[in-house]
């Protein structure tokens, strides 16, 4: 992944596998962090008064859903740690597709320090913060089918049913804007970041900082 990003690996870095349950509760404490509990409600109450939510539906339980089954693998900037989500320690195909992703995370991190890019508490701009997202999970994504042309067949590909987490996916069930919210730093920050790549960018200088307007 450092050959295929064009960025040195400047330390070792620590790989954990969980099982589906485990990431949960992590995920959780950093979703409170991000957004109290407080703000959560006042959204909710905001998407069901514009119909994007069911009067039932919540949204933490919906959250915490997606967290559990859709996330194949994160990256830590502050601990500095990999997890991949698998059921074995042995890697199989699509946990070393998830690696490739979340070791660009890493690479980024080492290299231009994901927590001044896209910083826990936010910048106080919801759109700017997206767009963080969107231009970190875009490379990584990048970066993840670049490695993954280099190993899979197209067949082999839509055989496994990798979506742009390098893992299956299917969100039927959720809130459309959710799974649009869910998808949009990786699909649309790849778009961003092919572009970007278009026009000689990217590659080992460092990622210009998004005003936080």
């Known amino acids: 992944m450092s050959r295929i990003r064009g960025l040195p690996a400047k330390s070792d870095i620590a790989v954990k596998y969980l099982n589906r349950d485990q990431p949960k509760v992590e995920l959780e404490e950093e979703m409170n962090k991000s957004m109290p509990p407080e703000e959560a409600e006042a959204d909710e109450k ?7 939510l069911k009067p039932g539906e919540n949204l933490d339980e919906l959250i915490s859903i997606m967290m559990g089954e859709e996330i194949a693998g994160y990256y830590d900037s502050e601990t500095k740690e990999l997890a991949v989500i698998s059921e074995s320690t042995d890697t199989s195909l699509m946990d070393e597709i998830t690696l490739s992703h979340e070791m660009t995370h890493a690479l980024q ?3 231009f320090d994901l927590q001044r890019i896209v910083p826990a508490e936010g910048t106080g701009n919801s759109d700017s913060d ?3 997202t969107a ?5 990584a994504s990048l970066a993840m089918t670049d490695y993954m042309q280099s190993k899979l067949s197209v067949m082999e590909a839509l055989s496994l049913g990798l979506g742009s987490l390098g893992a299956t996916s299917d969100m039927t069930d959720m809130p459309a804007f959710l799974e649009s919210q869910l998808g949009f730093p ?3 920050g790849e778009a961003l970041v092919t572009y970007i790549k278009g026009g000689g960018g990217l590659g080992r200088r460092k990622i210009p900082l998004l005003p936080a307007v």
């Open 109 to 111: 991190d080492q290299n």
């Open 130 to 132: 997206l767009a963080r």
């Open 135 to 139: 231009l970190v999970g875009g490379d």
């Open 186 to 188: 990786y699909t649309e």
């Open 46 to 52: 905001v998407l069901k008064a514009l119909g994007l």
